[in-house]
Nanobody
């Protein structure tokens, strides 16, 4: 059973940057597609970005294209999300998740989830 723990969230001004990390334990993430989702207050959880097993493919939600970058280090069992040019509408709890599918954009495709880390962007 893979456990995921997110870190790196915080408060940042609009236009700033944050780097989120997701550390896995209890198993290797090397055979999973890894993804980030986010959920703002009163809204449904939203797909942000995914990266395939070896990092050969990445795919982004429209709202973050060109601003966010996902990467992974299977040797360290970690996934990172670099977030640049942050906007107030990026404010949300960000979740890391693992899926056995090659391309996974929906919550139902992900088997393992972290508890989330809060990102707040002030205007």
């Amino acid at each position: 059973q893979v456990q995921l723990v997110e870190s790196g969230g915080g408060l940042v001004q609009a236009g700033g940057s944050l780097r989120l990390s997701c550390t896995a334990s209890g198993g290797t993430i090397s055979t999973y597609t890894m993804g980030w989702f986010r959920q703002a207050p009163g809204k449904e959880r939203e797909f942000v970005v995914g990266i395939t097993w070896r990092g050969s493919n990445t795919y982004y939600g429209d709202s973050v294209k060109g601003r966010f970058t996902i990467s992974r280090d299977n040797a360290k069992n970690t996934v990172s999300l670099q977030m640049n040019s942050l906007k107030p509408e990026d404010t949300a709890v960000y979740y890391c998740a693992a899926a056995p599918s090659w391309i996974a954009r929906t919550q139902n495709e992900y088997n393992y989830w972290g508890r989330g880390t809060q990102v707040t962007v002030s205007s």
